[in-house]
């Protein structure tokens, strides 16, 4: 049984009952933080506020929104664009922020690759934001069906579509997602639930575990040192505030961030009144009409990397169609980064220029790549686009296949990838140019690499493993 | 210093990948096209000296207002608009207006060959004419029509009329409740209203026949073309979508900007609210960021 | 003995409850099934026997339009002879033209044009043949043929019968 004695005021009657300012100690003013950061360090803040923003212009969508194939583009177009007072506002704050939030991830994801911020027990802060990536993913896929526009409608046709290539059950599982044999008014009333309902129950679920998997490990740093919390704490509360390689959430790591969020607003509200077409394509306001494909389908720019993978892959080899090989890469593509902290195979927690064995060359080149599969996953694949992707494509997984050998510093191994990836794209020019023809070449390419691989001298001083 | 190296890099980054999804991405999915000079080049001019008063008895001896209404000058339509698209296709357009917004050099070759004006030659020839009958009056009779119409045509015509009159007979408009056989009234009862949509319903069919597709409701194509698009589209819709049903309409530039200055108030009715507010929003977010610099200056220079 | 008592005990439980959950699942998958109304509705049943040589009727099938010409004048199916034919089936007495009546470019609706034994797609300008194989324009490949089984005089869309399975080359 508590202590309870007569409060003098509201505060003391709350503390006595529901232990606030420990609970704000837990949370805020004790919860330490890291002093040697930089901007990047904001990003989490950044994504809850547009992730609160996102919430609370969807509750006023909500208010005028019609789940029905008759009446949703309307709804959105006429009644919430042109009728509601500042319905527009709000339509172009969810629709830009749902943009920029990908942004944001983005970001966030690659710093904390940067500064291996995924390892040494910080896996689980890895897993979960991987996990918000997904769900993120999803809730982002079911808003974009809501208008009812032509975007919402052939997107939702050609990635439920997908399904159809999981083996056995894929004609029948498409058929179950959809509620119908095509995308129609069940498919829109069931993704409408899972926008905004499901979705953002599970996600907000999710960041309370993001969160809390923060406590254990901490925060990283800019050079990855390991600090001693508790000790830097007792210097901080002492009043060594400047000797002290720790501060509190609040106020300093707040004040820091609440800077770096004022900057980010004035780029989102830019974005949201003058510069939104990106977020909002104008192909989207023709309204959804099954018997008419639109000329260029293709999603978001924040799926484009992974539809890309999808894509690369433009011809058959043996029995495995390119739409097969596609499926299987889009399938890795999207799961792959969760096991990054495995691929890892070293233990040391530096930013990516401080590491051994050329991992910065790795990391810029992941970016680099995932930025040509991005730019390729939106431009025709015709011509040579089709080549340029399949390069990138094929990159993609061989930089995963790559990063053991990088980080256990396997020269042979890697060796051995990087002359398998180079023979893939040799085997896909001569696909693409016709030169020879057929998956033949592949697979007899194949054959004289691993050849090579056992005869090279580097790969035989090698065989012991890592130094 | 760094964090200032960090953001260029972000910012370059994030440039790139914006170059090309966006300008780039779109000028490979749209092909080049050059943009409308309402020049109307590959038409024959008219001769100059037109006379109205001989023109107002040459579009009675033609036979124009067979099929036309003059309104303003109280000549009425010989079919109300369901019966007329049962023959024709379409409504043949009331011709009071027509001269304010159509190019006259434009109006005097459709008199004169109106497959060509329109250039639907993939759509009409010798085995399925063109409903408008060829004009077989001399260059002068045509000089004179010409005239004549636009002695009629109002010196100023409002962006709405300019619509009704260019585009209102194949296109609906129902944010601002126009529909293909005129502006929806207000019903009195359930009757009129089901008697209302039967004839749009109808009208719209023989449209379909006609054209062989629906043409699209245009409310949202400020949004979902913009201006230029419906500009270019307009002065030469074969140069945009080749092969496509709709006939090019010869509006004059000042016409078309109407025309596009009222679609964009009937699909973008909030844009000078957006962008009055927007100054406010980036305003206040500005001295935000200002103001947490000058708080975080303060708390960082104790731990600092 | 009181000890193994208590985990048997537990065990039951545990699988009960686990039994009830599994069959709250069950409840929550057939909620996401299509609706019975929705499955019968992609299967359509057409009579043939009363159409006339020559006739297009349109059906809709799973939100598309559908194409069945009887007798379809084949000698306008000349551009890839063998190709076309085989796009032809067998009902009844008579051969029929079955398809998805959208054009392979863009998905309009293209209309059959009797005189001129074409298929024409007034958005683009593609021409099909009466045999539905493009012949002019934009058209990257000839219309599509459903999934369809004849039983009688009566065509059934949706079902993969053996005429369809030989007609794609999957038997």
Known sequence: MAHITKANNLHEWLDQRLAIDKLWKVLAAEYWIPKNINFLWAMGVVLMTMFTILVISGIFLLMYYKPDTKLAFDSVNYTIMQEVWYGWLWRHMHAVAASVVFLVIYIHMFTGIYYASYKRGREMIWISGMLLFVTFSAEAFSGYMLPWGQMSYWAAQVITNLFGGIPFIGDELVIWIRGNFYVSDPTLTRFFMLHVFLMPLIIMAIIGLHFYSLRIPHVNNQDGE???????????????????????????????????????????????FYHYNFAMDPINFDPA????????????????????????????????????????????????????????????VAPASRRSGGFAIWFWLMVVDMIVLTIWGKLPPTGFNAYIGYVAAVGFLALFAALPAVTARKKGLLMFVILMTLALYVAGYMEYTKALGNGFVIVALFVIFYALFFLNPVFVRNRGGAR | MRELKILAIIVVLVGITYWGIEPYAHSQMHPHHEPATFSYGDLQAIAANGDASKGATAIMNNGCTGCHSIKSQNIPAPMDPVTASASYGVNPPDLSNIAAVVDHKFLANVIKDPVKAFKLAHKFNDTKPFPMPAFYGSDQDLADIVAYLVSIAPKEISPKEAYETACGRCHNLRYDNWTVIGEKPKFKNEIEKADFELKLAQYEANLKKYLGTTPPDLSMYIRSRGHEYIRDFVEDPQKILHGTAMPRVGLTKEATEKVVAYLEKVGDRKKEKRNSLGPWVLLYFVVFAVLAYLWKQKIWREVH | MAQSRRDFLGMVFGAFAGAGGLAALYAMKRTWDPLPSVMAAGFTTV????????????????????????????????????????????????QYLVMIGLCTHLGCIPSWEPDKKIFHCACHGGEYDACGVQTFGPPPRPMDIPPFKIEGTKLVLGEEGPEYKKMVGKA
């Open chain 1, 226 to 272: 390991e600090i001693d919390f508790d000790a830097e704490a007792e210097k901080y509360k002492a009043g060594l505030k400047k000797e002290a390689k720790v501060i509190p959430f609040w106020p300093v790591f707040l004040s820091k961030d609440f800077f770096v969020l004022g900057v980010f607003m004035i780029f989102y509200f830019y974005l949201v």
């Open chain 1, 289 to 348: 009409n099954p018997m008419k494909t639109p000329p260029h389908i293709y999603p978001e720019w924040y799926f484009l990397w992974s539809y890309e993978v999808l894509r690369g892959f433009f011809f058959d080899v043996g029995p495995l169609s390119a739409m097969d090989m596609g499926l299987i890469a889009f399938g890795i593509a999207n799961v792959i980064f969760f096991a990054l902290p495995w691929f890892d195979k070293n233990d040391e």
């Open chain 3, 47 to 94: 009579d043939l026997s009363p159409m006339k040589d020559g006739e297009l009727r349109t059906v809709t099938w799973r939100g598309k339009p559908i194409f069945i010409l009887k007798k379809p004048p084949t000698d306008n199916c000349n551009t890839i002879p063998d190709e076309s034919k085989k796009r032809l089936v067998t009902i009844g007495d008579s």
